[in-house]
Nanobody
């Protein structure tokens, strides 16, 4: 069974960068859609970005466009979320999620079967 481990969160100043990691125990994510969601205190979980299976395209929620980049590594056993120009409103717990799917990924959380444990992102000067 696929197990996802999130990491890479931390404390960063506004305008800074973080790279989040979503690692599997050697399982390939080639046939999986992978997404990053985030949840801020008192707010609902929201989609940030997703990437399709089998070389499918990536998608970004409006707040992430132009600042965040989602990717899988060459061996496709890990996925990443590179976050640049971070803003205070980007703070929250970030979760990676995966589901076997096609080239078009989805932003709906209930579609995803496997979830990481979450990694905290704090933006503060």
């Amino acid at each position: 069974q696929l197990r996802l481990v999130d990491s890479g969160g931390g404390l960063v100043q506004p305008g800074g960068s973080l790279r989040l990691f979503c690692k599997t125990a050697g399982y390939s994510l080639h046939y999986y859609n992978v997404a990053w969601f985030r949840q801020a205190p008192g707010k609902e979980r929201e989609a940030v970005s997703c990437i399709g299976a089998t070389g499918g395209e990536s998608k970004y929620a409006d707040p992430a466009k132009g600042r965040f980049t989602i990717s899988k590594d060459n061996g496709e056993t890990s996925a990443y979320l590179q976050m640049n120009s971070l803003k205070p409103e980007d703070a929250g717990v970030y979760y990676c999620a995966a589901v076997i799917g096609g080239r078009d990924c989805l932003f709906t959380d209930y579609e995803y079967e496997y979830w990481g444990q979450g990694t905290q992102v704090t933006i503060s000067s």
